[in-house]
């Protein structure tokens, strides 16, 4: 059974710093990539970031370049999203979610091209 377990969120000040880390279960997890999305009240679901199955790849929204960092541990069979520098607007429920797709930057900033789910973490950035 695939299983996605978001962690580290929380209630932070303007200018914080939080990581949010995702453990894996279930599936092949040095073979996915690995996707970071948030989804804020009223609005849908957005694509934060992704991370080759290998780590050597990574890809941001222009929203939180420079500002957030994916990295993963194949070993651990996490993947996580330091952020720093946290504007208000960052305020979302973050997930992690695991693609098979191994190509396509673009393709992979998409939700539906990922199957598996986390439940998601609160992120909560005061001003």
């Known amino acids: 059974q695939v299983l996605l377990v978001d962690s580290g969120g929380g209630l932070v000040q303007a200018g914080g710093s939080l990581r949010l880390s995702c453990a894996a279960s279930g599936f092949t997890f040095s073979r996915y990539t690995m996707g970071w999305f948030r989804q804020a009240p009223g609005k849908e679901r957005e694509f934060v970031a992704h991370?080759?199955?290998?780590?050597?790849?990574?890809y941001y929204a222009d929203s939180v370049k420079g500002r957030f960092t994916i990295s993963r541990d194949n070993a651990k069979n996490t993947v996580y999203l330091a952020m720093s520098s946290l504007k208000p607007e960052d305020t979302a429920v973050y997930y992690c979610a695991a693609s098979p797709r191994t190509v396509g930057v673009q393709s992979l900033m998409q939700p539906a091209e990922y199957p598996y789910w986390g439940q998601g973490t609160q992120v909560t950035v005061s001003s």
């Open positions: 991370i080759s199955w290998t780590g050597a790849t990574t």
